[in-house]
C-alpha cells in the first residue's frame, strides 16, 4: 500500500454503502484518484453469514465497485465456515482482495472450534435459547 493509499471503512450495518461508493467514484472522476489508491473495507452482519454469497454481490452493487480490498465478519465471535467459503469463493471471483478478522483472539478460536463437543444437555439448552433479541447498540 503506498503512502497515498486512502482507507474507507464501511458496512452493511453502518448504512454507508451507497455514499462511500458515491464518494470513491467521485473522487475517481474529479480529482483522478485510482481505484488502486483507495483501500475499502466492508462486513458482513452475523446475520448476512448465511446468505454471505449474495451479500457479496449486493455490498458490491451497493458500493458500485467491482472489488472490495479486505472483507471481514463482523462480530463473529466463532468460524462460520459457510461465510467463511463464501468469501473465499468472493476472493477467487476477484470480487473480494482479502478475507479476515479483526481480531486476532477470534482468529486462534476459529482454528480451534471443532476441538469440543456439547453434551445433549447442552444442546438443548442452546436450542431453547430466544434467538430474536439484539445485543447490539445500532
Not at 2 to 21: F, K, M, P
Not at 51 to 74: I, K, S
Not at 111 to 124: A, G, N, P, S, V
Given at each position: 500500500?503506498?503512502?497515498?493509499?486512502?482507507?474507507?471503512?464501511?458496512?452493511?450495518?453502518?448504512?454507508?454503502?451507497?455514499?462511500?461508493?458515491?464518494?470513491?467514484?467521485?473522487?475517481?472522476?474529479?480529482?483522478?484518484?485510482?481505484?488502486?489508491?483507495?483501500?475499502?473495507?466492508?462486513?458482513?452482519?452475523?446475520?448476512s453469514?448465511?446468505?454471505?454469497?449474495?451479500?457479496?454481490?449486493?455490498?458490491?452493487?451497493?458500493?458500485?465497485?467491482?472489488?472490495v480490498?479486505?472483507?471481514?465478519?463482523?462480530?463473529?465471535?466463532?468460524?462460520?465456515?459457510?461465510a467463511?467459503?463464501?468469501?473465499?469463493?468472493?476472493?477467487?471471483?476477484?470480487?473480494?482482495?482479502?478475507?479476515?478478522?479483526?481480531n486476532?483472539?477470534?482468529?486462534?478460536?476459529?482454528?480451534?472450534?471443532?476441538?469440543?463437543?456439547?453434551?445433549?444437555?447442552?444442546?438443548?439448552?442452546?436450542?431453547?435459547?430466544?434467538?430474536?433479541?439484539?445485543?447490539?447498540?445500532?
Amino acid at each position: 500500500m503506498s503512502s497515498r493509499t486512502r482507507l474507507i471503512d464501511t458496512a452493511d450495518i453502518y448504512g454507508n454503502e451507497v455514499g462511500v461508493g458515491r464518494g470513491i467514484r467521485r473522487a475517481m472522476q474529479d480529482f483522478g484518484i485510482k481505484r488502486e489508491e483507495i483501500f475499502v473495507t466492508s462486513k458482513l452482519w452475523t446475520s448476512s453469514f448465511n446468505n454471505a454469497d449474495r451479500e457479496v454481490d449486493e455490498r458490491l452493487e451497493r458500493l458500485g465497485l467491482d472489488y472490495v480490498d479486505l472483507l471481514l465478519l463482523h462480530h463473529t465471535a466463532a468460524y462460520d465456515e459457510e461465510a467463511y467459503q463464501a468469501m473465499e469463493r468472493g476472493v477467487k471471483a476477484g470480487k473480494i482482495h482479502s478475507i479476515g478478522s479483526s481480531n486476532a483472539a477470534h482468529i486462534a478460536e476459529d482454528y480451534d472450534i471443532f476441538d469440543f463437543e456439547l453434551t445433549h444437555d447442552e444442546m438443548q439448552c442452546i436450542n431453547n435459547l430466544e434467538c430474536n433479541h439484539r445485543f447490539t447498540s445500532y
